[in-house]
């Protein structure tokens, strides 16, 4: 499972991501648009920084609509169209901030609410994006059929819920806001005293990375070509197909975002016991616990 540190970002942060970088964020979620009229115009030197510090940029609205569907798509045509302005990547997401705040009604039905939203993504992963939902976990629970927006788009939430106030430099999951369809969790809003949303991941926010990883991987085994002892079939680990492997040294050290997909076959090398581990060995310098494989 993907543990990353993420930032969320607006007017109110300064242009220059690198300090957020430098405590350990990988990913950066932009303030994009709100309503059909406001952007942040703060957010191209923002996308820019982040692009710098080599993190993954993403982009998020605040919504206007309350619970109408018909403001919803406009909304969400307004988003779309400012996100492909600033060229965020249509391997990324972009979320929907639906909350308390600057108007945005929120005491219709939950039916109602739920209507808006989902309209409201539909229009966003038309146009080839990845969604997600953002809101307190309080209205998650009370004003949105989260069920029915996770049926729909997977794991798809990103949750706000604070176990206490201060600079708070990592989760304390014993306080963690246990819900179907969580993929990051936002646990404080002073981040490393930083005065920033910090965000941890629960999914891979970047499955083509792990792709680039893969392919690494296999053209480095090729080059070798070391003797293959056998071929091993990871398969679907816990019934969920986003699940991935994280790859070993040859020390026994985990690799920084080093990964391999689940529901797939791989050449063993070779067999070694790391850390009290039996791994296999999957090209250069790459092993993997053998509990996770089985042989062919």
Excluded at 262 to 286: D, E, P
Aim: with cysteine; aromatic share 14%.
């Amino acid at each position: 499972m993907a543990r990353t540190y993420a930032v969320d970002v607006a007017t109110y942060q300064p242009s220059n991501l690198t300090s957020y970088h430098s405590h350990g964020a990988k990913d950066v979620l932009v303030k994009v648009s709100e309503g059909t009229g406001y952007f942040n115009p703060k957010a191209s030197a923002q996308i820019k920084s982040a692009h710098d510090n080599h993190m993954y940029v993403h982009g998020y609205h605040f919504a206007l609509f309350g619970n109408s569907v018909s403001q919803a798509k406009a909304e969400a045509k307004f988003f779309v169209h400012r996100a492909e302005y600033l060229n965020i990547s249509k391997k990324r997401y972009l979320p929907l901030d639906w909350e308390t705040g600057d108007g945005n009604v929120i005491t219709g039905s939950k039916y109602s609410n739920t209507k808006a939203i989902l309209a409201f993504m539909k229009v966003v992963s038309d146009a080839g994006y990845k969604v997600m939902l953002y809101s307190s976990a309080s209205l998650m629970r009370t004003a949105i059929d989260t069920e029915k927006v996770v049926r729909k788009y997977g794991t798809c939430l990103w949750v706000a819920a604070y176990p206490y106030s201060g600079a708070t430099y990592k989760p304390d999951f014993n306080y963690f806001p246990s819900m179907n369809g969580v993929a990051l969790w936002q646990f404080t809003d002073n981040w490393c005293g930083l005065n920033v949303d910090g965000n941890i991941s629960l999914i891979n926010l970047h499955h083509d990375a792990v792709a680039k990883k893969k392919v690494v991987a296999e053209k480095t085994a090729k080059k070798s070509e070391p003797k293959v002892i056998g071929i091993a079939y990871a398969p679907i680990i816990n019934g969920d197909p986003k699940w991935s492997i994280k790859l070993i040294d040859d020390k026994g050290h985990y690799k920084k975002d080093e990964y391999i997909p689940t529901n797939s076959n791989w050449k063993v090398f070779a067999t070694k016991t790391l850390k009290g581990m039996k791994c296999y060995k999957l090209g250069t310098n790459q092993w993997a616990p053998a509990k996770f494989f089985k042989m062919k």
